[in-house]
Nanobody, 127 residues
Framework: VQLQASGGGLVQAGDSLRLSCAASGLAFSRYSIGWFRQAPGKERECVASISRSAGRTYYADSAKGRFAISRDDAKNTVSLQMNTLKPEDTAVYYC?????????????????????WGQGTLVTVSS
């Protein structure tokens, strides 16, 4: 199983970025996908997750109204559109996959719930 996160970079406050997560080696449509981030000295946190069939999405309060998660099961990809970026969004962003079985609305937000992780992509937002 491989999850490949991409799309990070250095941007200015107020700019947008679109992160992508490409998955292989798993029955992608069965899995819930989450985007986590970890800033230096801070714990890893879930910023968004999407259930199988996109039946449900979750956003952290810090992401609501600015981030949008979507999935394309035909391409085995999940995207995270991040708008109006702030310096506090600076972190390494990871995508992860969680097998929710037959639960269509499974959007876990804890790291322990996820089975597979990508390598991370760095997002740096300058003020």
């Amino acid at each position: 199983v491989q999850l490949q996160a991409s799309g990070g970079g250095l941007v200015q406050a107020g700019d947008s970025l679109r992160l992508s997560c490409a998955a292989s080696g798993l029955a992608f449509s069965r899995y819930s996908i989450g985007w986590f981030r970890q800033a230096p000295g801070k714990e890893r946190e879930c910023v968004a997750s999407i259930s199988r069939s996109a039946g449900r999405t979750y956003y952290a309060d810090s992401a609501k109204g600015r981030f949008a998660i979507s999935r394309d099961d035909a391409k085995n990809t999940v995207s995270l559109q991040m708008n109006t970026l702030k310096p506090e969004d600076t972190a390494v962003y990871y995508c992860a996959a969680a097998d929710g079985g037959t639960t269509y609305f499974y959007t876990p937000i804890t790291s322990a719930a996820y089975d597979y992780w990508g390598q991370g992509t760095l997002v740096t937002v300058s003020s």
